[in-house]
């Protein structure tokens, strides 16, 4: 059973356009999704993160949109380029109880120059 | 540049061998955690530690896996007896609590033959 999915698997966009990755989650629990990056051979780092109180976080070109209603979140990525090439995972926690972060199966992005 | 620091990147080991990896979590950081990557990108939560004691662990670890974070020591995670089915990415991550966000380290991408 997965908790947490992505879309799409793959996603190919060209330099400065807009890449919109989603993800959307079952437990009602969860109240804390951060989103990481992750290069081949590396492990992965945090990107940006938010929490069920907010609906958008925004770091840069890096903005988070969540409907906690829908249980969905998604994450754009403005102005898109080659060095975001990537797979994003998408991940949550529960506020208390677990300590564990579940993620998603992730999106492997290209950003065509 | 991840502040986790993980030995060694790469473990080569034959079945039925054993494979020991470390982990230096983030400085201030007490609670660590251990995750296996398999190659369809698929995380699985193997156990975590605060300070030297353990939170959470999955079955599995209670089996063939053992770890422990001694003070003053790196952490380490050791498969007793590795089998094919251990080849993936060992990543560590640190925490200060269960409301911060995590940081993961390179990870120790174990092949066993």
């Known amino acids: 059973q997965q908790q947490v999915r992505q879309s799409p698997q793959s996603l190919t966009v060209w330099e400065g356009e807009t890449a919109i990755l989603n993800c959307s989650y079952e437990?009602?629990?969860?109240?804390?999704f951060p989103w990481y990056q992750q290069f081949p051979g590396e492990g992965p780092a945090l990107l940006i993160s938010?929490?069920?109180?907010?609906d958008k976080k925004e770091d840069g070109r890096f903005t988070i949109f969540f409907n906690k209603r829908e249980k969905k979140l998604s994450l754009h990525i403005t102005d898109s380029q080659p060095g975001d090439s990537a797979t994003y995972f998408c991940a949550a926690k529960a506020s208390s109880g677990s300590w564990q972060l579940i993620f998603g199966s992730g999106t492997q992005l290209t950003v065509m120059p | 540049n991840s502040k986790v620091i993980q030995t060694p990147r790469y473990l080569v080991k034959g079945q039925g061998q054993k494979a020991k990896m470390r982990c230096i979590p983030e400085?201030?950081?007490?609670?660590v955690f251990w995750y296996q990557q398999n190659k369809n990108n698929e995380f699985k939560f193997l156990i975590n530690f605060q300070n030297q004691e353990v939170l959470q662990q999955i079955d599995m670890t209670e089996k063939r896996f053992s770890a422990e974070c001694p003070s003053n020591s790196p952490c380490s995670l050791e498969i007793q007896s590795s089998e094919a089915g251990d080849s993936a990415l060992y990543l560590c991550?640190?925490?200060?609590?269960?409301?911060?966000?995590?940081?993961f380290g390179s990870g120790t991408r174990l092949l066993v033959i």
């Open positions: 991550a640190s925490s200060q609590g269960p409301n911060s966000d995590y940081t």
């Open positions: 938010i929490r069920s109180v907010s």
């Open positions: 400085k201030g950081h007490p609670v």
């Open positions: 437990d009602s629990t969860f109240n804390y």
